[in-house]
């Protein structure tokens, strides 16, 4: 009915295609690649062969970065990764992933860490003929108990943690001054 209204020339307009929506963080990226190149919206448009217009219109989020203009912009500044330009990733360069990841696995280390130091109070609390239970009741014999509260055991915890870095360490620098190759061996067939 309203394509009948606007051919007999009524009050009534087209109905308009919605546009969906423009994801405004590749033209954040941009943006940021931009100021930290020191760079103008004309270079740029210059380098890839568009308008400074359409790239201010990118940058402002007005419109989309599309997967081919992003390979231009690549072209332009290969060391950032064009999944990061798109928006798919939070590394705008290898050498930022490669750091981060890293910084992981030091994070990871240090969870293993905590728990051989909680795994070695344990088994010395055991060896020193005390019982250990889940609710942090340690018992030597009938007459000697006591409960530790959750405060207590953290703090317990993190000094065999303290303890068991430094041993480590001192073995470590004990190995490497001896020039003694501490890796596992393969197993012999």
Same mark, same amino acid.
């Given at each position: 009915? $309203? ?19 423009? !994801? ?23 380098? &890839? ?10 940058? !402002? ?12 912009? &690549? ?25 981060? &990841? ?18 070695? $109070? ?12 889940? !609710? ?13 509260? &959750? ?39």
């Amino acid at each position: 009915m $309203m394509l009948l209204d606007y051919v007999l020339g009524r009050s009534c307009a087209m109905p308009q295609k919605k546009r969906p929506p423009v !994801n405004p963080e590749p033209g954040k990226r941009v943006k940021l690649l931009l100021e930290k190149e020191k760079m103008t919206h004309e270079r740029l448009g210059e380098l &890839i062969g568009m308008s400074p217009q359409h790239i201010s219109r990118i940058v !402002n989020g007005h419109a989309t970065l599309y997967e081919d203009v992003a390979r231009r912009i &690549i072209d332009v500044f290969p060391e950032y990764e064009l999944s990061w330009l798109l928006g798919f990733s939070d590394y705008p360069t290898q050498e930022i992933r490669r750091e981060e &990841i890293q910084r992981q696995r030091e994070d990871a280390k240090d969870y293993v860490l905590l728990d051989l130091a909680e795994q070695g $109070m344990i088994r010395l609390a055991q060896a020193s003929e005390w019982k250990v239970y889940k !609710n942090l009741t340690f018992v030597h014999d009938k007459h000697q108990s006591f409960k530790l509260s &959750i405060w207590e055991f953290d703090a317990l915890r993190e000094e065999c943690r303290s303890y068991v870095a430094m041993r480590l360490k001192q073995l470590s620098d004990m190995y490497s001054l001896y020039d003694i190759d501490v890796r596992p061996r393969e197993a012999e067939e």
